[in-house]
Nanobody, 120 residues
Framework: QVQLAESGGGLVQAGGSLRLSCAASGTIFTINSMGWYRQAPGKQRELVASITNSGSNYADSVKGRFTISRDSAKNTVYLQMNSLKPEDTAVYYC???????????????WGQGTQVTVSS
């Protein structure tokens, strides 16, 4: 079993900052990638940022404002969100694509989601 535990969401004024954390635990052989997605009311879930051993990737809407980082020793991924805008309001979900054993295929695991609300 694999669990993803998220923390760090909350309410912030426009222009403010928040830092999200997500720690993966359980039976983990190797993690291919970790990332953050978000889903606003009435909208589809979208990729915010992801990170692998090769680098990171960002949605155009957050480039220059958000920074994703990873502590591989702790199986933890962070999302530093600066200059927040009301349109960043959403439930943010942590994702990890990982293998639980050497001969298994990578699978996606998800956190329970954390609410981020940016007031204008």
């Amino acid at each position: 079993q694999v669990q993803l535990a998220e923390s760090g969401g909350g309410l912030v004024q426009a222009g403010g900052s928040l830092r999200l954390s997500c720690a993966a635990s359980g039976t983990i052989f190797t993690i291919n990638s970790m990332g953050w997605y978000r889903q606003a009311p009435g909208k589809q879930r979208e990729l915010v940022a992801s990170i692998t051993n090769s680098g990171s990737n960002y949605a155009d809407s957050v480039k220059g404002r958000f920074t994703i980082s990873r502590d591989s020793a702790k199986n933890t991924v962070y999302l530093q969100m600066n200059s927040l805008k009301p349109e960043d309001t959403a439930v943010y979900y942590c994702n990890a694509r990982l293998k639980t054993a050497i001969l298994t295929r990578p699978q996606d695991y998800w956190g329970q989601g954390t609410q981020v609300t940016v007031s204008s």
